[in-house]
């Protein structure tokens, strides 16, 4: 198992014969005019560049925990996360939280990140969400419903799982005759 992004990136670049392009920059900063003065950076403008051109994209799809990713560069990671879930964040796609029901949360931290923006996921023609386990269930079934995917990779168990969610009458609507 690979520990680094970087390394799994640089694998699968590797297997199709495609070069990796990496923005070596933190993913969040202390400040948006940090952020975009970073984005000024002639290498950083070309990887944004290359984004634009991005056909087909292979992302996980995370969890709100303090130990993920995301959550380390924070003084307290764990309140951190706590306050993401508090607000009904169930998993997440490029550090973006999202509910069960798909919609985006508004964290206060994706204006100080430098990531590959919604709008520009949602121009790609082929967007695959991967995710698996019992932890994923309500995660994947929030990703699959803000509509940025396209297609899902998982394992059988998992889908059922998902399926079995999606199927489960909310308990603030009331039933109908």
Not at 9 to 21: D, I, M, V, W
């Amino acid at each position: 198992i690979r520990d680094s992004p970087y390394d799994v990136a640089s694998a699968l670049a590797q297997r199709l014969g495609a070069a990796p392009h990496y923005p070596i920059v933190p993913a969040i900063v202390e400040s948006r005019k940090v952020r975009d003065l970073l984005l000024q950076e002639r290498k950083l403008q070309e990887i944004v560049q290359l984004w634009k051109k991005i056909d087909i994209a292979l992302m996980s799809i995370g969890v709100i925990a303090a130990d993920t990713g995301l959550y380390y560069s924070f003084a307290d990671p764990e309140a951190e996360a706590e306050r993401v879930r508090a607000m009904g964040a169930v998993g997440d796609i490029l550090a973006a939280p999202f509910d069960i029901q798909g919609r985006f949360l508004d964290t206060g931290f994706l204006e100080r990140m430098i990531r590959i923006e919604l709008e520009d996921l949602q121009r790609i023609p082929l967007v695959v969400g991967i995710a698996g386990g019992p932890k994923k269930v309500k995660a994947i079934l929030g990703a699959l419903r803000t509509g940025c995917l396209t297609a899902l990779v998982t394992d059988e168990y998992t889908a059922r799982q998902v399926m079995n969610l999606n199927a489960e009458r909310p308990k603030n609507r009331p039933q109908q005759s």
